[in-house]
């Protein structure tokens, strides 16, 4: 990917979707221990990413374009809601050692490429498309902030 293009709201949020999503995909279930310390650190990562769509870009691009604040917007915060089920469900699930750990991974896994897709398409476009340079600088600023403070 070209700089220029990680510069935008777009390029830095899509790369952080396949990180994230990479995490996951690359669970290692030859034994519970490998299995949780990999969802645990994914879980982390997840948390971040939409604390970054929650806080900074979800209210930047609502505030741009009012019909994806009304209609769009709260479908992706609902589905936040179910990927934090989910994650949290793995996490319990490897905890306790059950086998059902693999399976509930697989539908956390697609459940978060629909997601992804969804606002990849809906909400990064528009954040490029009806922020200002200065607007969407800001967003692009408090989320290096955070990445620099978190380090995960
Ligand atoms: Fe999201
Ligand atoms: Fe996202």
């Known amino acids: 990917m070209a700089e220029s293009e990680l510069r935008t709201i777009t390029g830095v949020f899509r790369k952080d979707h396949e990180e994230v999503g990479r995490l996951l995909a690359a669970l290692d279930f ?47 915060r609902a589905e936040h809601a179910r990927l934090r089920w989910l994650s949290a469900e793995v996490l319990g699930l490897l905890r306790e050692r059950s086998p059902k750990a693999e399976r509930r991974a697989a539908e956390l896994c697609e459940f978060l490429a629909e997601h992804s897709a969804k606002e990849d398409a809906l909400v990064y476009a528009a954040g490029d498309r009806a922020l200002s340079p200065a607007e969407a600088g800001e967003v692009l600023a408090a989320v290096e902030l955070s990445a620099a403070r978190s380090r995960l």
């Open 30 to 76: 030859s034994t519970f221990g490998k299995a949780l310390a990999g969802a645990e650190a994914f879980a982390r990562r997840l948390e971040r990413h939409m604390a970054w769509e929650e806080e900074v870009l979800f209210p930047a691009v609502g505030r741009a374009e009012p019909s994806l604040a009304r209609e769009d917007l709260p479908v992706l």
